[in-house]
């Protein structure tokens, strides 16, 4: 069994199980107590942060203990904005944040507050100078991923940070998916982190305020961690992220040569390997360990579990994947194909040999899906060889109208057009992603009674 | 050593190390994902929430595990009081809750609502039909914890249930101190708890929600759980929480029935040992391990420490422990004294002998306090021998202004009084507490410039 999902959730690290199993006897009592056990906990505490706060750069008063990245951006999020609500409440966000930060931004919008998402470019990354034309003077705070948690791009965090510096608005850096590999540069005044992605436990994030940035905790009052995180502490659990944290960097450099080397392989080798498949993210600023494409014709889930039975742990941003019902926002934001979308994120240690297998298994699970669904091999031959064809595929889920549509449009005149209506949410992104794979011309959208109306021209 | 603060942490319980070990290979994947490692995290959740909600006495999917007891208590409070937004704005909590519950009514008040407070009686409990009388036809949620953390009174949760029941007000039980010994009577609506308590790892509450009581999560949108916890689960430690419950409750009648007969030894031997010592609490509707006394004319932190040295680790409620200013709000409510306060909670499994050991070393360590701080071992000579003496206090902590006053007392002729101006916010508590305790009587509070006068008369 190859585990191939670590951007999700990385194996426990042999270092972080040590130090966690150590600190078992020491770390459970209070540390806000001034009794041996409570002392001994406080020492185990305080160790980490310093541990914690030289791997982000920071000052470790700076750095506190959350119980996890989501709580992380919620807290830093909505103590950043009560902190400068007198300046305003404009925030700003890419449009290829992690959840936590939307959803964050949806509460924002809810009690008031205006949001504005920033758009990517095909490749999934910001531009310096559009991030920076957001800037107002009523905005109160800016969030930034350091790198994009489906696609792997590294986004120009120092560029932006400076613009923000000038402006005088605080960014805050989600650094989930990168702080194992590295520090974040630039001139940032926030930033947030989760130990389970870099090989520590479930239970622990990380929240930095740089000193000097205002910051107004919300919620009741609690002592604990500076009043920025609610609740006892779990110390065992903080000390082996800690380690971890310094464990990975140890071998990062290393590592992330040897992880590049075998996602550039499966960059290169998938659209060899595999017909009418998009690689997407950037090519060269991206993460080690992070590559994901998508597969016309094939639904995510059952891509998922025909590779799960090959041994491969993969996931999805395709809309077809149980726990969502809609397409990956960050493929919409991207405007690429979400169709049989499989992400590739391949923790520290992944063997060579295992990336060769899932190469080697890959064609064959696509075929079945494709095979499964009627997938077109060649340009059929419709049965209304009119100008203007219309294809109903009113409650038919992805990839399914994309199917359809390939199936049609060898029947139609070069110039003719399909009207495609589909009310799949993941019609949307596609069928305009189909077009562009295949060369055939996007006309737009039309409004219907339900669904939508998608016209495709045939240009070849 | 002995560790005597269970109820501030107890220290990890042999199962639950062995859970947690054994479910670090197999608990860290997303248990949402749908490939084998995240089916394997999503049994081990699923198995830990029934084994809790067996415990609890509750449907499993009533139950969410949260990232500590406090976010239990938070989310808990706020998500009722939106669900029931439209019946008002009113929540009732008693006055001797956990800080969680106070903080979480602080949110509320200052977002508009409001808050009754039903006070304690001399023994820490609520009257079922004072709590009764604050329930109003605007209440949204009503809040009583099962047993006390100071001082370990239970509180008639049945009865309070039943008057909230008949109102149509649901009922929020903070079980954190009881759940380890048995699950909460009666006809609740909400429960929280948390598992550090019970010999479960930090990092772990629980949150049950009744089916049928509305419940609207609040902050931003998070899948897991329910939507009721946001942040990904950390499985490991809550499959080490649901087995050390089950541990626990194999246990817990037997072990009740030792640890109080422990903790009665020392609520008796305590006052033949020590002089001027006021034993506080229920001395029968209590927590099997939790006892709770307060020694005149010495301060927390100095007893404390020399508990410390002499091996025992406990707790106390005294304004003069590092971490606090005020007295604890527990003992303000019950209007005991809380100068010199002591909490002795004992884990499971104490030894008979570290308490009889404990008993024999905390005379001595009282008299160092008291000797340090000139405490009155027979009352003195005041040289002013007038009816009316004035004791200036200003700037003096706990205990020293109740050591001036005892040190005085015997000056004043029978009938006249001491007038002490004091500034320590612990006077206002310990003076009545002194009079009471030494047969004096206690005139009353008139206010000053600076702190305020407590007025004195000598009886006898």
Do not use: K
């Given at each position: 069994?190859?585990?191939?999902?670590?951007?999700?959730?990385?194996?426990?690290?042999?270092?972080?199980?040590?130090?966690?199993?150590?600190?078992?006897?020491?770390?459970?009592?209070?540390?806000?107590?001034?009794y041996r056990e409570g002392r001994r906990a406080r020492l185990l505490l305080d160790a980490a942060r310093e541990a914690a706060a030289d791997a982000v750069g920071c000052r470790p008063d700076e750095l506190v203990f959350t119980s996890s990245g989501t709580?992380?951006?919620?807290?830093?999020?909505?103590?950043?904005?009560?902190?400068?609500?007198?300046v305003g409440r404009h925030l700003i966000v890419s449009a290829v944040e992690h959840s936590a930060v939307l959803?964050?931004?949806?509460?924002?919008?809810?009690?008031?507050?205006?949001?504005?998402?920033?758009?990517?470019?095909?490749a999934g990354a910001v531009s310096p100078s559009t991030?920076?034309?957001?800037?107002?003077?009523?905005?109160?705070?800016?969030?930034?991923?350091?790198?994009?948690?489906?696609?792997?791009?590294?986004?120009?965090?120092?560029?932006?940070?400076?613009?923000?510096?000038?402006?005088?608005?605080?960014?805050?850096?989600d650094a989930a998916q990168s702080l194992g590999w590295g520090r974040v540069e630039?001139?940032?005044?926030l930033l947030t982190a989760s130990a389970h992605k870099w090989g520590g436990p479930s239970g622990v994030g990380l929240l930095v305020v740089r000193k000097g940035v205002r910051f107004a905790p919300q919620g009741p009052l609690d002592e604990r961690e500076s009043g920025r995180a609610a609740g006892f502490e779990n110390i065992p659990a903080v000390v082996a992220a800690a380690a971890a944290l310094r464990a990975v960097r140890a071998q990062a450099a290393v590592e992330a040569a040897r992880l590049r080397e075998l996602t550039d392989r499966i960059r290169t080798r998938v659209p060899e390997l595999v017909t009418d498949v998009e690689v997407v993210g950037d090519p060269a600023r991206r993460l080690p360990g992070i590559v994901t494409f998508s597969c016309l014709y094939v639904d995510g889930e059952s891509l998922l579990h025909e590779l799960d039975r090959a041994g491969f742990s993969v996931s999805s941003g395709s809309s077809c994947t149980s726990s969502t019902l809609t397409p990956s926002h960050v493929l919409k934001?991207?405007?690429?194909?979400?169709?049989?979308?499989?992400?590739?994120?391949?923790?520290?240690?992944?063997?060579?040999?295992?990336?060769?297998?899932?190469?080697s298994v890959l064609p064959a699970a696509v075929s079945a899906v494709r095979e499964k669904l009627g997938a077109p091999t060649a340009p059929r031959t419709a049965s209304a060889p009119s100008g203007a064809l219309v294809?109903?595929?009113?409650g038919k889920l992805c990839p399914i109208?994309?199917?359809?549509?390939?199936?049609?449009i060898g029947g139609v005149p070069v110039g003719g057009t399909v009207r495609v209506l589909a009310d799949d949410e993941a019609a949307r992104l596609d069928i305009p992603a189909w077009c562009e794979m295949r060369g055939q011309e996007y006309v737009g959208e039309e409004p219907a009674d339900r669904g939508a109306v998608y016209v495709v021209r045939r240009v070849s």
């Open positions: 069994m190859s585990y191939f999902d670590a951007a999700s959730a990385a194996p426990l690290h042999p270092v972080a199980r040590q130090a966690l199993q150590a600190s078992l006897d020491e770390g459970w009592a209070d540390p806000a107590r001034l709580r992380a951006v919620h807290s830093g999020i909505e103590g950043a904005l009560a902190g400068r609500r007198r959803h964050s931004a949806e509460v924002h919008e809810t009690a008031g507050g205006t949001t504005t998402h920033v758009p990517v470019d095909r991030y920076a034309g957001a800037l107002r003077p009523d905005t109160a705070l800016a969030c930034l991923q350091s790198a994009n948690h489906e696609v792997g791009t590294e986004q120009p965090v120092a560029a932006v940070a400076q613009a923000c510096r000038a402006a005088g608005v605080p960014l805050l850096v630039g001139d940032w005044s934001a991207m405007g690429v194909l979400s169709e049989g979308n499989v992400r590739v994120s391949l923790p520290p240690g992944t063997p060579s040999e295992d990336v060769d297998r899932f190469l294809l109903d595929a009113l109208p994309v199917i359809e549509l390939a199936g049609v």
